[in-house]
């Protein structure tokens, strides 16, 4: 009985998971990686948990420890319509 409850106590004390959303922002046209573009990412459930990183040279992003949900993912760059 004494191990179950113990069990149970870490069980309940667990953090919850966390999760990336990671990717590559490329011209359409040329394939050419877009560097300096806002990409934002936000909770579709809550609306909350809204986070912008700009892209590096390589047109990479990254959302790091996210919790488990759906999200909105939005990008735009001066010359080019808002995704």
Do not use: C, H
Request: charged share 15%; aromatic share 8%.
């Amino acid at each position: 009985m004494t191990a179950w409850l113990i069990l149970a106590a870490l069980l309940q004390s667990a953090p919850a998971p966390a999760y990336n959303i990671a990717g590559t922002l490329v011209n359409s046209v040329t394939g050419e990686a877009l560097a300096k573009a806002r990409v934002s990412v936000v909770s579709a459930e809550t609306r909350g948990l809204a986070r912008t990183i700009v892209t590096g040279p390589d047109g990479r992003f990254r959302f790091e420890r996210l919790p488990a949900g759906k999200y909105m993912l939005s990008a735009e760059r001066l010359g080019f319509v808002p995704q």
